[in-house]
């Protein structure tokens, strides 16, 4: 049967389109080159408009609302600088594959390459950090486009897809008829595992001696962590997560031997060098988890399965790879591991086991617990038990993002948010206000420094427009501490230009904002404080934590040395 | 080492700056690339001449297969192929020297397409060796000018490359 067709301008396509598409929140902001898609958006009430208050706050929204749920992000900003504005959470969506839909107003189609007004080359500018991007020039393609944007955005490899649609296309008309599916000639992402390959993986996986698994933010996108708990429950095999991939297996678990790394746990990162076989799971070997390649797991015989052939052996050779979904491969191996006669060697998985412990027993992430002056991680500790491990967590980047990682467990995939790949400081607190759109009844926490929070600070006010009550924990050591720590480590204590001078009254700044602000100095009153913050269910409230300025993130590979090369504290060296 | 690789894509409009920004944003090493639409005018062909370790060609390729608007990578080396370019020189071609060039054209299979007072034009094919091989007799002050159309290649025999 013909489906009806209407006559529609681009902008009402542009909002029919989103609705079929299944879009309930768009993060914008408007100027001139979008105000026809505006108009069009108060006319109707299928997608609700998040107003931020700086672009880049759009996209970290929109970001954190894609990681929290697994569904695509969706932006809207208008040309020039509102286009330009966005690029960092584009680049950041992109250096993590989360998929975004972004949608940048452009001059119109008769002025493009006239210098216009508030014109820029948004398709050049954002090339290198999208997956894709589309220039719109006949109204006819709107519809057709929009499809396309959203299928690359969510298929394959995940990531950002631009949409550039010039002022005259949302006035023009045409016919709106917005396809159920779509198929590209060009871009076919693989699904199944190569059968052969995988048959060969099962047989080197069950022959190891000294297993370790390794996995990566592929298995949170390709939402398998259910598929890898039981993959790795039923070898019984030691398994670390990428900073990207925490959550994918539970933390609690006594299989979870910590994050590998440059922070990373030492047991983590001596099982990786010392392994006889790596089964590499949706983790891409870079250069924060590798350390110097030369001396990256020198003994071990390499798995590695992904989802993008690209991210095979890129960094590091390897000797099965598995071109694939992770979920479909996962299941697929369990079925094999399943069926075959040979069992995981049990003698010598106790003797590697008994290894483990030994580094394990070294507890590299012990601290002063006793310290009057708060300890950062002493805060995330508490803050662990007081969600009981529950609580959607996004991060800035810095110290505290590493102590973040290192000591709320995660137990469940999609609830540790941060910005593994590009690192970019301002992404948490618009990242955790994304998150407590999509779950209004989940506790969302951001953990921050105070040189990260103020860098989106002024989503503050969008978090009270649209009452998302979240919980800043800025872990306030008036130094930008990651910077201060390799200040003191590589450049003799010359702390240039990193401390933070001339901070404000947070206090005060997140009552201007009209929430709730509390300043805590002594380590006695931390857990009160998070308690009371927890509380306030309806509030957003910061709480301003005077941490340690001293303290510095142990264990630590210092850049360019091997995963056996740890540094555990200032007073504790290995031999 | 040397590698020709012959890329299908969408004839898009941006199409080429994602290949050459690619090549860019990841250091690769471009010797040359030509690239114009086929008997298919949704689709452009682009031959593209590269070189580098085993590993770098097959990141290369891979990265190349991930744009969206590339439909096919071929790898010409793992093929037996043909490989053409063409050639343009004008030469200073002083009355003394005429015949001399005329018989190097010859002899190198060019053509002879433009003449005036002063000047032949010249036009030659083969591989980019033998182009070279011709500049290579020519007396360095006669050269006014090359323009040289960077490598096209085909596969030979029966294998034809498709969408
Ligand atoms: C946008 C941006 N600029 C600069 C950096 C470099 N950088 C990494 S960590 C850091 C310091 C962060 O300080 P803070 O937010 O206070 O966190 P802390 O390390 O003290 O926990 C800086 C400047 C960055 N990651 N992102």
Redesign the pocket.
């Known amino acids: 049967m013909a489906k009806k067709r209407e006559l529609l301008r681009g902008a009402e396509i542009f909002c029919r389109a989103l609705k079929d598409e299944g879009v309930k929140h768009l993060f914008g902001y408007p100027g001139g080159a979008v105000l026809h898609i505006y108009d069009e958006l108060y006319k109707q009430d299928a997608v609700e408009h998040i107003l931020v208050r700086h672009e880049q706050g759009a996209t970290h929204a929109a970001d954190g609302y894609a990681r929290a749920t697994g569904k695509p992000g969706v932006v809207l900003v208008t040309s020039g600088p509102g286009a330009t504005n966005a690029v960092?959470g584009i680049a950041t969506a992109y250096m993590d594959s989360i998929p975004l839909v972004v949608f940048t107003g452009q001059v119109p189609t008769q002025v493009i390459g006239n210098d216009a007004f508030q014109e820029v080359d948004a398709i050049g500018i954002t090339r290198p950090c999208v997956k894709h991007n589309f220039l719109v020039k006949n109204v006819k393609d709107l519809a057709i486009t929009i499809k396309k944007a959203f299928y690359i955005a969510t298929t394959g490899r995940p990531g950002p897809v631009v949409v550039d649609i010039p002022k005259d296309i949302t006035a023009d008309t045409c016919e709106y008829d917005y396809p159920d599916t779509i198929t590209l000639r060009s871009y076919r992402p693989v699904a199944k595992g190569n059968l052969w390959q995988m048959k060969k993986a099962a047989q080197l996986i069950l022959s190891a001696k000294k297993p370790m698994i390794y996995t990566g933010g592929g298995v949170i996108l390709s939402a398998a962590s259910g598929e890898l708990t039981e993959f790795t429950r039923l070898l019984g095999y030691p398994i670390t997560n990428t900073l990207m991939g925490l959550g994918a297996f539970p933390a609690t678990d006594k299989q979870f031997i910590g994050m590998l790394g440059m922070h990373g746990t030492y047991e983590a990162n001596m099982g990786m060098h010392y392994c006889d076989v790596l089964i590499a799971i949706g983790a891409r070997f870079d250069d924060r988890v590798t350390g110097d390649l030369e001396k990256f797991c020198p003994y071990a015989k390499i798995v590695q399965i992904d989802v993008d052939p690209a991210s095979i052996a890129k960094n590091v050779p390897v000797d099965i790879p598995i071109v694939g979904d992770v979920k479909n491969v996962l299941t697929d191996l369990i079925d094999l591991l399943k069926n075959s006669n040979d069992k995981p060697d049990a003698k010598a998985l106790k003797a590697w086991w008994q290894q483990v412990h030994d580094w394990a027993a070294l507890d590299c992430l012990q601290f002063d617990r006793s310290s009057q002056v708060i300890k950062?991680q002493y805060v995330i500790e508490k803050l662990w038990e007081l969600t009981q491990g529950d609580a959607y967590v996004t991060s800035?980047?810095?110290?505290?993002?590493m102590?973040a990682a290192q000591f709320y467990k995660f137990d469940k995939p999609r609830r540790w948010i941060n910005s593994g790949g590009l690192?970019?400081?301002?992404f948490g607190l618009p990242a955790a206000m994304g998150v407590k759109l999509a779950f209004p009844d989940e506790t969302v926490v951001c953990i921050?420094?105070?040189?990260?929070?103020v860098?989106c600070i002024q989503e503050l006010s969008t978090c009270l427009q649209y009452e998302t009550p979240i919980k800043i924990i800025s872990?306030?050591?008036r130094?930008?501490?990651?910077?201060?720590?390799w200040q003191e480590f590589f450049y003799s204590g010359r702390y240039s230009n990193?401390y933070?001078e001339a901070l404000p009254d947070f206090v005060k700044m997140a009552e201007s904002y009209g929430h709730v602000g509390l300043r805590i100095e002594e380590t006695s009153a931390v857990e009160g404080a998070l308690k009371e913050a927890l509380a306030l269910e309806e509030r957003t409230v910061l709480v301003d934590f005077v941490t340690d300025q001293t303290e510095n993130v142990y264990p630590m590979i210092a850049a360019g040395k091997g995963q056996h090369e740890m540094h555990l504290s200032t007073d504790r060296e290995l031999a | 080492m040397r590698h020709i690789l012959s890329l299908l894509m969408e004839n898009e409009a941006g199409a080429l700056s994602r290949v050459s920004g690619l090549f860019s944003a990841r250091a690769f090493n471009i010797e040359s690339l030509t690239v114009a639409p086929t008997e298919d005018p949704t689709i452009s062909r682009m031959t593209l001449v590269t070189s580098g370790s085993d590993a770098i060609i097959e990141q290369i390729t891979k990265q190349l297969n991930k744009l969206v608007d590339v439909v096919k990578v071929i790898d010409l080396n793992e093929y037996r192929h043909i490989e053409r370019e063409l050639m343009l020189i004008k030469l200073a071609a002083k009355k003394e020297d005429r015949d001399e060039i005329k018989l190097m054209v010859d002899i190198f299979r060019g053509r002879i397409i433009d003449v005036s007072e002063n000047t032949y034009t010249i036009e030659m094919t083969g591989t980019g060796e033998k182009l070279d091989a011709f500049i290579a007799t020519l007396d360095e002050d006669m050269i006014l000018e090359v323009v040289r159309s960077g490598i096209s290649g085909i596969s030979r025999g029966n294998t034809a490359i498709q969408s």
Do not use: I, K
């Not at chain 1, 800035?396 to 993002?401: E, N, P, R």
């Not at chain 1, 921050?448 to 929070?453: D, I, K, Q, R, V």
């Not at chain 1, 130094?479 to 720590?485: C, D, E, F, L, T």
């Open positions: 960092t950062p800035d980047v810095g110290q505290h993002q102590w690192g970019t400081m301002g921050t420094g105070e040189a990260s929070l860098m872990l306030n050591n130094y930008m501490g990651m910077v201060r720590q990193s933070m």
